[in-house]
């Protein structure tokens, strides 16, 4: 694959960051309004600051995206899309979005406005980049945890949307916008942009499982550059200005050289910031403890050290464009320059000048005037630099610099043109959704982590489907797989593991499966391949009908509703969806998926084999958190982790709420239940008896 120089990607949480992204060298900058945003608590941008911030970027050649990158309710998409068409209008050169009914809804209005698949559209193969440019997005931002192996064979497979990919800032420890740990644990969504970072927290041994450094692939550039990626992103919309300037500074110069940073560069990037160092074991594979880390109060003295000296920088490095300049000054002719920058020239007349009585105008005193472009976004290129100037004259230093300031407005005016002057406002009415087969009232159904948790056949007589794991079916005894006839995807699947999951696929049919749940838009082409009955998991997030009618358009036959929603909203939803939902009302249900593996560090190995002893076994592990609360974690398909709530969703005494088909089919998850505990749990709900525990509550 060629050799090619990505754009870089600086990140602006406010218009002061928005001029360090400038000053630091950024051919794209990415920010967000006061809604709608993963990052709400940054200073972000009113209408009027985004709209000034297009025309200034634009001016010096550089794209400007806004993100729209959360999750919304269906009342909320008239906003929503409100926004958009300001940002259609107002020149915005791509929208960020995670939202699949947003982003439908904002591709029917404005074919012609480029999307961008944000990072928690889970993109973690060729797959799930083939649907998500299906679905009109012209870029799509990898999954952080893709290995530098992965990204490679993604873009090589399918290489006919723009690839971006993270390269320095904060990780999240999460799978890609797979993450429920803050809004379960603390009521505050960050699928909603306000995300507690409780993964930042230690447990109750003090010690920080979860809490990742900080990624910097600065050591990474050549093969980078080398795999044929588009754009190189930095995260820091909640950083300082200065933060934002130093590390796009080093990262500008690494681009433009074509070459790995140094050792020196690295440590500077750790001095403006870190928690205790970087990490780059997603983009290697070797994803151990060492990837770990906090900040520290060293880290936070180096920090504040390298920002002082940052700020110098900050306020003297400029963005600036290069003009040619062309000045003649004869006798008996009006004074005449002409400035060029951009393909664009605009040419000003002056004063005839007069003959000079006591000190002639030299050559040097016109250059020291016409060079004076300090207050404009201008710059002069000396070898561009032409005076024709007869001798003997005199002109006053005031005209000279009057034709000057002139030259350099109208010159600005000329390059500040609209980059997409053919946008105009939509007129567009939405299609109506059709009711699907939703009304027909609602099945039970069951899923379990683990076939040993399966209570006797007689407790399960009453669900219409059972599901497991499909590694956990294929590798069950008869008498399990004669009762099950669901299996569930893996929720993420590296390209080096589609063959085997396609060859998982296969057999699973050959023994009778008739339904699969997906939980990635990687895998629903794949189980629809073969026929299946193909249904949406939770970890789709379905937040609104917009996006069940994208889901139902793809050919899934029901999906689950984001159990971040409460009962009223799942029935909103639920009753103008054009597909069978669904929702969990019973379950310790996921609160994330690790790439790197949980239980092994609690084991106190550190195996960097992708397969280790330490949970091969399939057995739940625990640690307790800052609170008490022991945490379960479970291996998940080839070698990944999985964290469940430890308080079950328990709706047995208020199923009136939500049965009668109002909320869709009725799921309830066993994770790490034993069998007699299902069995009780069951009976519970057939009884509606009133939980003595602890539980949550849709």
């Given amino acids: 694959m060629p050799d090619i120089k990505p754009k870089l990607l600086l990140p602006a949480g406010s218009p002061e960051c928005f001029e360090a992204a400038l000053s630091a060298g950024a051919d794209e900058i990415y920010l967000g309004g006061k809604s709608f945003n993963a990052r709400l608590a940054a200073d972000n941008f009113t209408e009027e600051q985004i709209s000034e911030a297009v025309k200034k970027a634009h001016f010096f050649g550089v794209s400007v995206f806004v993100t729209l990158n959360t999750l919304l309710l269906d009342r909320e998409a008239a906003g929503a899309l409100r926004f958009a068409e300001f940002l259609y209008l107002n020149d915005v050169d791509a929208l960020i979005i995670t939202d699949p009914g947003i982003a439908a809804s904002v591709h029917r209005r404005f074919p012609d406005f480029r999307l961008h698949a944000s990072t928690q559209c889970a993109a973690h193969n060729a797959e799930a980049a083939r649907v998500l440019a299906a679905r009109g997005f012209s870029r799509v931002v990898l999954a952080r945890e893709c290995s530098a192996k992965d990204i490679e064979k993604i873009i090589s497979d399918f290489p006919s949307v723009e690839y971006e990919m993270f390269v320095h800032g904060a990780l999240c420890v999460c799978t890609s916008g797979m993450c429920e740990m803050s809004a379960y644990m603390g009521g505050r969504s960050g699928n909603r942009g306000e995300c507690a970072q409780p993964c930042r927290l230690p447990d109750a041994d003090g010690v920080y499982r979860l809490s990742l450094k900080d990624n910097c692939l600065a050591g990474h550039i050549e093969r980078i550059c080398a795999s044929g990626v588009t754009s190189l992103k930095v995260e820091g919309r909640m950083k300082s200005p200065e933060y934002v300037y130093g590390v796009g500074k080093i990262y ?25 160092g970087f990490t780059d074991g997603y983009y290697t594979g070797k994803t151990g403890r060492e990837m770990l880390g906090v900040r520290s109060d060293g880290d936070k003295e180096k920090s504040a050290a390298e920002a002082e000296r940052l700020k110098e920088g900050l306020r003297t490095d400029k963005r600036r464009i290069p003009v040619s300049v062309k000045a003649d000054i004869r006798s008996d002719a009006v004074t005449e320059l002409t400035l060029s920058a951009k393909g664009r020239s605009v040419t000003v007349y002056g004063e005839i000048p007069a003959a000079a009585i006591t000190s002639p105008l030299t050559k040097e005193d016109v250059v020291k ?7 404009t976004p201008f710059s002069v290129e000396p070898q561009s630099f032409s005076l024709h100037l007869d001798d003997g004259l005199s002109l006053p230093v005031s005209a000279i610099n009057s034709l000057r300031r002139t030259a350099a407005e109208r010159l600005e005016e000329q390059i500040l043109t609209k980059r997409y002057p053919d946008r105009r406002t939509a007129i567009y009415t939405e299609p109506r959704m059709e009711r699907g087969a939703s009304a027909d009232g609602s099945f039970l159904i069951v899923h379990f982590v683990r076939s040993k948790g399966m209570p006797p056949r007689p407790y399960l007589s009453q669900f219409s489907h059972i599901y497991l794991p499909i590694d956990e079916y294929l590798n069950a005894q008869m008498t399990v797989r004669d009762v099950t006839d669901g299996v569930e995807l893996p929720p993420v699947v590296m390209p080096h593991e589609y063959t085997l999951l396609e060859e998982m696929l296969i057999r699973a049919k050959l023994c009778g499966v008739k339904n699969v749940m997906v939980s990635n838009i990687g895998t629903m082409r794949l189980a629809l391949k073969y026929g299946f009955a193909v249904h949406g998991g939770l970890m789709l997030n379905v937040y609104n009908s917009r996006t069940a009618e994208v889901f139902a358009g793809e050919g899934l036959s029901s999906v689950i ?12 939803v639920a009753s103008s969806a054009p597909v069978k939902t669904g929702a969990a009302v019973y379950g310790k249900l996921p609160e994330a998926v690790l790439e790197k593996c949980m239980i092994r560090d609690i084991s106190g190995t550190n195996d960097p084999l992708r397969k280790c002893e330490a949970c091969g076994d399939g057995q739940f592990r625990y ?10 974690v ?22 009136e709420a939500v049965g009668g088909g109002a909320v869709g089919d009725l799921h309830f998850f066993f994770t790490d239940e034993s069998a007699e505990d299902a069995a009780r749990i069951i009976d519970a709900y057939r009884n509606k008896t009133p939980s003595d525990g602890r539980i949550k509550r849709m």
């Fill in 252 to 276: 500008r110069k690494l681009l433009d050289e074509g070459r790995n940073a140094t050792v020196e560069e690295t440590d500077v990037l750790a001095r403006i910031f870190s928690r205790g």
């Fill in 634 to 655: 479970c291996r998940e398909f080839i070698h990944r982790n999985v964290i469940y709530n430890p308080v079950p969703v328990y709706m047995a005494d208020k199923l």
């Fill in 561 to 572: 509703l984001s159990p971040e929603l409460n009962i009223a909203q799942m029935k909103a």
């Fill in 369 to 375: 005037s016409l060079c004076k472009l300090g207050n």
């Fill in 623 to 632: 640690f307790t958190d800052r609170t008490g609360e022991k945490i379960p």
